[in-house]
């Protein structure tokens, strides 16, 4: 089984709707994060957390929130979808006892905003 | 802000021709640098790291030598295969976060 999980893989809304994707992880790291892919742009942070109690804007946070349920879940809310938002979107994690601090990265949920 | 360069794409090869991929960095003090690859329909995998100057990153016949003069980390391989058809992205640590570059798509034909 993969240990960063990411629901779902695709989806598609309308405009103005609210989604949430959904993060998953068996390694037992306590940092975790969202990026969004564009072409051309590579990764842009969105959000991150280094424990439960720990939540940091990224990059580019406007248009998104997110919950740290628990260690091993991390999810991001869209409250009001807008095209410009379509993307595909990572969760990653990283165990902060390593050296340096490489992270492992979920198959992605492709997200499109019509 | 650190930030990460990295040559545009897509860059096309034969199979078991040479490739390199070039990476600059700016950034405040010596962070660790890293390649991570992205095959078709995949999330991204930790192809190689180095924490420091004149370290050399390896895995899979990839290479890539942390240079603080040039601030560079530049991808290589000697011979390609198709299976390396993938996007390469170059990355630096800063604060605990990966910046990461636009990436490089790299098609390899039989």
């Known amino acids: 089984d993969a240990d960063v999980t990411q629901t779902p893989r695709n989806r598609i809304t309308k405009t103005g709707k609210r989604i949430m994707l959904e993060c998953s992880q068996t390694?037992?790291?306590?940092?975790m994060y969202w990026y969004r892919q564009d072409p051309g742009l590579g990764l842009r942070l969105i959000y991150y957390?280094?424990?439960?109690?720990?939540?940091n804007k990224g990059e580019i946070s406007d248009g998104y929130s997110v919950s740290r349920q628990a260690q091993a879940k991390f999810s991001l809310s869209l409250e009001s979808a807008i095209p410009n938002q379509t993307a595909l979107y990572f969760c990653?994690?990283?165990?902060?006892?390593?050296?340096?601090?490489?992270?492992?990265f979920g198959p992605g949920t492709r997200l499109t905003v019509t | 802000g650190d930030s990460v360069t990295q040559m545009e794409g897509p860059v096309t090869l034969s199979e078991e021709a040479f490739l390199t991929i070039n990476c600059t960095y700016t950034?405040?003090?010596?962070?660790?640098l890293f390649w991570y690859v992205q095959y078709p329909g995949e999330g991204l995998q930790l192809l190689l790291k180095?924490?420091?100057?004149?370290d050399k990153g390896s895995n899979k016949g990839f290479e890539a030598t942390y240079r603080k003069e040039t601030t560079s980390f530049h991808l290589e391989k000697g011979s390609v295969q198709v299976s390396d058809s993938a996007v390469y992205f170059c990355?630096?640590?800063?604060?605990?976060?990966?910046?990461f570059g636009s990436g490089t798509r790299l098609l390899v034909r039989p």
């Open positions: 990653a994690t990283s165990d902060p006892t390593g050296n340096p601090y490489e992270q492992y």
């Open positions: 390694k037992g790291h306590d940092r």
């Open positions: 957390s280094f424990d439960v109690k720990d939540i």
């Open positions: 950034a405040t003090g010596y962070p660790s």
């Open positions: 180095a924490t420091k100057a004149d």
């Open positions: 990355a630096l640590d800063s604060s605990y976060k990966l910046i």
